[in-house]
């Protein structure tokens, strides 16, 4: 069982900053690409970034430029810095993660919960 569990999110004001953490737990024998996406009320959760195990990155246009994806590979953990906050930015960003699991050296894609992102102006 793979676990992700996401802190960091919380109210802030526009053009204010977060930085949102997401570990990965449980029985992993490799982890692969990890990322967020997002969800904003009333809409279908969208692509925001992602990180290969090797350190490349890829950023939805929306947040390019204010939103920087890394990791720690040591602790199974991704991060994202969201910079230059605005209230088009409010959402539940959820955290994936690519891994292996050692019982049968399958593949899979795991969610976390999520944490909540909201931006006042």
């Known amino acids: 069982q793979v676990q992700l569990v996401e802190s960091g999110g919380g109210l802030v004001q526009s053009g204010g900053s977060l930085r949102l953490s997401c570990a990965a737990s449980?029985?992993?024998?490799?982890?692969?690409?990890m990322g967020w996406h997002r969800q904003a009320p009333g809409k279908q959760r969208d692509f925001i970034a992602t990180?290969?195990?090797?350190?490349?990155?890829s950023y939805a246009d929306s947040v390019k430029d204010r939103f920087t994806i890394s990791r720690h590979n040591a602790n199974n953990t991704v991060y994202l810095q969201l910079n230059s906050l605005n209230p088009e930015d409010t959402a539940v960003y959820y955290c994936?993660?690519?891994?292996?699991?050692?019982?049968?050296?399958?593949?899979?894609?795991?969610w976390g919960q999520g944490t909540q992102v909201t931006v006042s102006s």
């Open positions: 994936y993660a690519n891994a292996q699991i050692p019982t049968n050296g399958r593949w899979g894609v795991y």
């Open positions: 449980g029985s992993i024998s490799k982890l692969g690409a």
């Open positions: 990180i290969t195990s090797g350190g490349s990155t």
